[in-house]
């Protein structure tokens, strides 16, 4: 459905401005500027105005633009055979519609055949709850009904069960490496609704993810239909709503990695309320305990504040909005109200664009996603921060040799301690010979990665313990080396809490360890594989490392769904983290459903009201209790309960 072509709304970022002030971004570069002075006499010719923003243009005044855009490129790649010019060009090109499907993907033939006086591909163009009403509405001749009765149940069956696990939203094109973690989980419990099994065991990983507490209702429900068709569900969850609704609890602890592994409590929902004297989980549901909440809220600065006007990506209704710096800003709303399209696709790639505008972008590859260009009309105040960082779930690296230290910058500082011992100095060993990133004390059979892949040729490869280092990952001679009994190896299997306790007195290495187990990562093992961890842990983990630099001025940092995984206990060492970001300068942007952390946040931005077509607008503005105020919020109405 799209061609990759010259991309408008990268050539126009900021529709804001006017053709003299650069809104015509490749014309701003030295090398380019005589063609906008070419621009400026044939503009004045055919009475296009210069000096109005690009965005309150005349159409026929932006198509004389467009079209000399592209005469302008077409000049430029005849000399594509150099390599800044083919960087420059690449800069430009994104994913553009199909002129000749209009995006539909399917030829023209195919689109002369409707049913009900709509073609394929306005049918897929629908959301689930459009597309159930569609095919619920289509009245079928006697003959039609013979030849598609049994596909009328079953993609009626099917669209029930989406509808039913809170994807209404969700059009029928909607690319699948598009949809979030848990939006995917509850496509694959409709597949199993759907098949009707009996006597089954599903295995569910926190199936709330992604979920309003407005739609956690609806999950249970469905829960509890799998239920009671004779099947046995086991559920792995951190959601309060979801707990009161089992039949049968096992708390696990009492704490995480070698303090946990423990049956803690098992039984109904109340009798853990009544005996679960050992439970944490027990302590925060009964109250006893609570996750930190700010008893005075952070006050707007009216200039300190990032302004975005005409947000319009997917659902997005040309909304204007204001984002207060210096404060935790949480943006809330029913799941499919806009919120991943507000912030990544507006707030982030609008903030990354600009502060990112001289590094060259790779061309598009084909059968990836379509990169959204920026999707405002015009911004305010981004001169107010020096960066924009996005800390998301995906893994802080890829192979066996990335781990939590390296990721903080610990691992540099333990590599000297190393060197420094007599017995390196006596072999003549630096800091590099106790890297296994590098030759020099790396075992190069397995070549730091303690394990050896045997490819399988048709069945999948099979990874064995290095027989040369036995999963050390070091030459022997390395290993003789030892700081207070313990060589290099044998230190990367410390967890964060015992190696706090083993470099007690190493001030600096303390305060790099520290934040990981302030982010409540104490369990982990130091070197631990980057390929283990989970989405929660490796965002946590990016998280400390900014904990651990000096100042965070100027930096917006953007955390969708950090709560994600996350016990009632972690989520309150988590907004602690928050805090001394914004102490140590930086701003935070979070998209959260978590009750707990929207009423710790500052200032809230509630979208909705409800979800898909019916979404994108903004139901209200203002600190926690302000929402709460609001009739029309359903983030407003729990969060009344909350607060």
Not at 3 to 8: E, F, G, N, V
Not at 61 to 67: A, H, I, L, P, Q
Request: proline share 3%; glycine share 10%; with cysteine.
């Amino acid at each position: 459905g799209n061609t990759i072509d010259y991309d408008m709304g990268l050539v126009v970022p900021n529709g804001g401005l006017s053709i003299s002030e650069g809104a015509v971004d490749p014309w701003t570069k030295p090398q380019y500027s005589w063609y906008l002075e070419e621009t400026f006499l044939k503009a004045a010719r055919g009475k296009v105005r210069l000096n109005v923003q690009f965005c309150d243009l005349r159409p026929e005044e932006r198509s004389f633009v467009y079209d000399h855009v592209r005469r302008f490129f077409a000049e430029v790649e005849a000399k594509k055979y150099k390599v800044h010019v083919r960087v420059f060009l690449s800069r430009y090109r994104g994913y553009a519609e199909c002129p000749d499907c209009g995006g539909s993907r399917l030829r023209r033939e195919a689109l002369y055949v409707r049913v009900n006086g709509r073609t394929m591909a306005q049918v897929v163009q629908l959301n689930i709850a459009q597309a159930y009403d569609f095919f619920e509405s289509l009245e079928l001749t006697p003959e039609e009904h013979a030849i598609a009765d049994k596909i009328m149940v079953e993609i009626r069956q099917r669209l029930k069960f989406l509808n039913d696990v809170g994807l209404d939203y969700l059009t029928l094109d909607r690319l699948s490496s598009t949809l979030s973690g848990g939006e995917a989980q509850r496509i694959q419990l409709a597949t199993c609704l759907g098949s009707r099994l009996v006597g089954a065991c599903y295995v569910l990983d926190e199936p709330s993810i992604g979920l309003h507490s407005r739609d956690t209702g609806r999950l249970v429900r469905i829960l509890e239909e799998l239920r009671d068709l004779g099947n046995t569900i086991v559920v792995v969850e951190h959601d309060p709503d979801v707990m009161r609704s089992a039949d049968h609890i096992v708390d696990l602890g009492p704490g995480a990695g070698e303090l946990g592994g423990k049956v803690i409590f098992e039984g109904s929902y109340g009798t853990m309320m009544n005996d679960g004297v050992n439970s944490l989980t027990a302590r925060y549901l009964k109250g006893e305990l609570k996750t930190a909440q700010l008893s005075t809220r952070r006050h707007v600065n009216p200039k300190r504040q990032l302004r975005f006007f005409g947000a319009r990506a997917h659902n997005l209704k040309n909304i204007d909005l204001s984002i207060p710096l210096d404060m935790m800003v949480a943006v809330t709303g029913v799941s499919g109200s806009g919120k991943s399209s507000l912030v990544h696709e507006v707030i982030y790639k609008t903030l990354e664009q600009r502060y990112r505008q001289d590094e060259p972008s790779l061309e598009p590859v084909e059968g990836e996603p379509a990169p959204q260009k920026v999707t405002c009309t015009r911004f305010e105040g981004v001169e107010r921060l020096q960066q924009v960082i996005l800390v998301d779930q995906s893994p802080i690296g890829r192979t066996p040799r990335s781990n939590p230290v390296t990721y903080v910058k610990a691992f540099d500082q333990i590599r000297e301690l190393f060197a420094t011992t007599k017995e390196a100095a006596k072999r003549g060993y630096n800091s590099g010979h106790f890297s296994f990133n590098i030759p020099g004390g790396r075992c190069e059979v397995c070549q730091g990665d303690g394990t050896v892949t045997v490819e399988m040729q048709f069945l999948a490869d099979v990874e064995l313990v290095c027989e040369e280092c036995k999963g050390t990952r070091y030459k022997s001679s390395i290993l003789d080396i030892r700081f207070k009994n313990l060589n290099v190896h044998e230190v990367l299997q410390l967890t964060v809490h015992e190696a706090l306790a083993f470099f007690a007195d190493v001030l600096r290495l303390r305060a790099r360890l520290k934040v990981l187990a302030d982010v409540g990562l104490g369990y982990l093992r130091l070197g631990q594989s980057a390929t283990t961890l989970s989405g929660g842990e490796a965002q946590r983990v990016k998280l400390a490392s900014h904990l651990a630099q000096a100042s965070c001025k100027g930096t917006l940092f953007i955390f969708d769904e950090p709560t994600t995984g996350l016990h009632f206990d972690d989520i309150a060492k988590l907004l602690d983290a928050f805090q001394r970001l914004i102490h140590s300068g930086g701003s935070i942007l979070i998209i959260e459903h978590n009750l707990d952390v929207i009423r710790s946040a500052d200032w809230v931005i509630d979208l909705g009201p409800e979800g898909g077509d019916s979404g994108g607008r903004i139901v209200g503005e203002g600190t926690p209790e302000q929402i709460a105020g609001l009739e029309n919020s359903y983030t407003g109405k729990y969060l009344r309960g909350v607060l």
